[in-house]
Structure formats: C-alpha cells, structure tokens
C-alpha cells in the first residue's frame, strides 16, 4: 500500500474500514482519532510500563539462570552423570542447539499467533524440561531433557524483545531495552547466588539406584523464575501493535485505554482518543489467513537472499563473523568458569606454596576414580562467591551503556568490548593465582557486556525494515553457533591443550572488535 493511504481501524464495535488520500486526511481527521505511536504517548508511561519491565526483565532473567545454572552443576554432577570433558562440552553446547531450533519455532508463530501466548508456551516448556532433567539418572536423558529446555530458552529470549519493545513509546524505547538488558546480569548474579547457597549441602534422597541430591534442587529452583513469570504473563495484555498488524484495532484501542488508566489512576472512558489510524504493515510482519505454508517460506528464502546481495553482503558478513567471534569467546570462557576455579581450588588446597597458572592446573587431571559419590566433596565456597563477584561485575558496564551509548556510538562500544575482552582472555592463560585469575575474569564479564548491548543495537539498525528479522534469525544462527563450537573447543581440549582455546578466544574476540570498524556508524541515525 502506497504512504497515500492509511487504513482506519475502529475502536468502538465497527466493522467497517475506511480509507484517507494524505491531501485530505488533516480535514477528515478528527480530535478523538490517533495513529499507533499519539495514542501510546497518551498513554503516559508510568505504573504500567514498570511492572511490564519488571515482568519482562525477570523473563529475560530467567533465560540466563537457566543458561547459566549448568556451569555450575557441572562439578557437582560428575559422579552422577559420569562425566568428562568431553561429556561436559556436550551438555554446555546442547542448550545451544535447542536455543537454535527453538528461536525460529516461537519466532515465526510469535508473529502468526501472539507474543504473550508464545512467550508463555516458551517459559513453560523451558521449566518443564529442566525441572524433568533432575530425575534423570543417566547422562544421555539428562542431556535430551537439556534440548528441551534449549528449544524453551531459544523462544523466549526473541520473544519477550518484541513484546516489550512494541508496549514502548517511541521516546522510551531506548532506554527501556537498555534497562532491560541489564536483567540479563541480575540472571548472573541471581543463579550465582542460588548455586552459592544449595549446591554445597548435602540435600536431598538417595534409593535403590535414585539420586536426587542439591544439584538437583538447584536446578528445580533455577526454573522457579520462569513458572512465576508466565503465570504474572496471564494477567498481562497482548502487544497493542500485534493485534493492530493482525486487524483488531478494536482489541488494540481497549489494551491502550487500559493502560492509560492503570498509568494515570482515570476512567478509561477518560482516554482521548476512539479509533487508530494505522499504516500498512510490512507483508513479512501481516499475513492474511490465506497465507499458506509454501508462501511463507518462499519470502522467508527471497529475505535471506537479499541479505546476500551486492547491497547488503558486506554488512551480513561482517555481523556473520562478529556474532560468532564473540558468542564463541563469552560462552567457551563462561561456562567453565566455575570449574575452572573449581580445580584452582582444589589444587592450591594440597600445594598451598605452589604458583601455577590455570592451564597448568587444568593439565592435571582429577583423581576421583574410584571414590563414591556421598564421599566426594561439593565445590569449596570460594568458587561460588567468585562467580559472583563476576556476575557482579557487569553492572558498572550496563550502567555506562545506558546513559552513553547514544553519546559514544554502537561501535566504539563493540570495537572497545571485544579488542578489551580478548586482551583479557589473554591473560587468563598467563596469571599465577586465584586472586589475578578473579580481576581478569572480572574484566572479561565486564567489558563482554558492552559489547553485546551494542551488537543488539546495530543488529536491528543496520538492516531494512523488510529483511530486518531475517538479519536477526541469520545472525542468530551463527551466534549460536559459535557458542556451541566454543562450548566443545573448550570441552575436548581445555585438560590436553588449554593453550589453545584461550588463545583461539583471544583472538577471535580481537579480530571481531577489529572488523567492527568497518560497520556503518548508526548513532542517531533513522532506521532503513
């Protein structure tokens, strides 16, 4: 539809459409009429909008417990599951591979059936899965139940960014998604904390051929987050701007006049406005019922394929490479942080004289054989309190990108965050002892942050509208591609060569930031 004519959606009880010549639409247009973004700012952005971020913020929360708990059951789990290295790059990656498969399923029927319901169905499916995974007692279940739990974290997590997003005023939205991403680090800090305070116990029953112990807990109360946040989903309305681009301006206008009233503590009868104009919305994002299967993946194949023209191939390659390069680095380093520490402790409990570097710890491998699970003892204190501390660490990070990333620009962001967090990887493979081994991964998680906040920004702002969601699930795929091939680089190879990984992080996430350089700046630029 040309930008000649608007389409005018009633909002009380009419079913019948008109159209508006952009010549004449300042003299039909009367006092109670509004397009999407005017009735929105009448809104006002108050009690509503706070307990949607806090709702949403513990829903993206939720997403990094539940990536995040497995670093820390690891350790504990290693009688139980019979794990090794390699087993434990598996179940560090598999997470990984559901997230893949999970955000393009939610994905395309976020945009078919609703955000809210998707976003629910995504949630639960996550804590199902993980909540069924502490009663396997074998490793090969315990690690179906974590694709599962993968395919309900990959939902989620784009989900929730576009419900969120489409609730938000255009003079807000910045800030709002920047206070949104800083849950990711409350997520952090959160499941460091619940894994400081149950996995050390000894908790829980054991039977005839049944363990369930505290790592076990830890992970039923890990997925606690997301049960309570798609049961607060229930009492929260569908976006406005969905039910807009499916043709329920009447749905749309009742959630807004709601919200004005929550807001403003006014009758809703008290909302200036009656009926929405509405443009035309993009044919990727509006499908008629007509729509079959076959279309959809037809414009889904010409999408990705102008993604890859002469326009717009150097843009995708770039943000290709950038997104593997630091999902690599951030989740091969990440993940085995707490065993990391794990083994540092233990070592310098028997060689307190001792100066070693991690790798040369991690060389020595574990003399556990033999020993039964109820005599093994549980990671000592210190490994907990120093994830953390790291988790803990991101917050100054999140701050700075809030307040500065429209002052300094997304790519000195991303080029400062990944040039800083190779540094850093770097010279975990050189430090000596625990308390330089904590500053530097400190330093890593810190400067990390930045450098996806900024690649959130530049992900949506340097491709068109009409292939925008396409980039995204793209890019998508080689993030999460990249975390998984870090995931088992570090798994095979971190006890026989742990040089190499550490290295191969180093200057991944250095180059990445280097070709960060040639992005197009974008700071306060209109989208395409």
Known sequence: MSAEQKRLIPGAGTSSYSTMNSSTSEKKRRDDEADFEEALDACGYSKFHYWLLFVCGWANASDAIEILCISFVMPSAECDLELDSKRKGWISSIMFVGMMIGGYVWGALGDTLGRKQMLINALVVNAVAAIASTFAQEFFLFLFMRLLSGIGVGGSIPVVWSYFAEFQPASKRGGALSFLATFWMIGNITVAGLAWIVIPHHLGVEGDGFVYNS????????????????????????????????????????????????????????????????????????????????????????????????RLIRVTTIMIIINFAIQFGYYGLWLFFPELFNKLENYYKDHPDDSVSVCEIVDIPTNTTGIPCSEREPPADQVFINSFIISLSAGPSNVWTIFHMDKLGRKFFLCLSMILSGGSAFFIYLVNSSIANLIVSCVFGAVSTMGFNSLDCLGIELFPTDVRGTAMAITLIFARLGAIVGTLVFGYLVETHCAIPILMVAGLLVGGGLMGILLPNTTKKPLL
């Not at 006049?257 to 909302?271: H, L, V």
Request: proline share 7%; with cysteine; charged share 20%.
């Open 215 to 310: 790592w076990r807990i830890f992970v039923v109360l890990s997925a606690i987050p997301s049960i309570l946040v798609s049961v607060c989903l229930w009492f929260l309305p569908e976006s406005p701007k969905f039910l807009l681009s499916k043709g329920k301006g009447d749905e749309a206008l009742q959630i807004l006049k709601k919200m004005y009233s929550i807001n403003s503590g006014r009758p809703e009868s008290t909302f200036p406005y009656t009926q929405l104009i509405c443009e035309e919305v993009s044919p990727h994002i509006k499908q008629s019922k007509e729509t079959s299967m076959k279309d959809i993946l037809a414009e889904t194949m010409a999408n990705t394929s102008k993604l890859f023209s002469p």
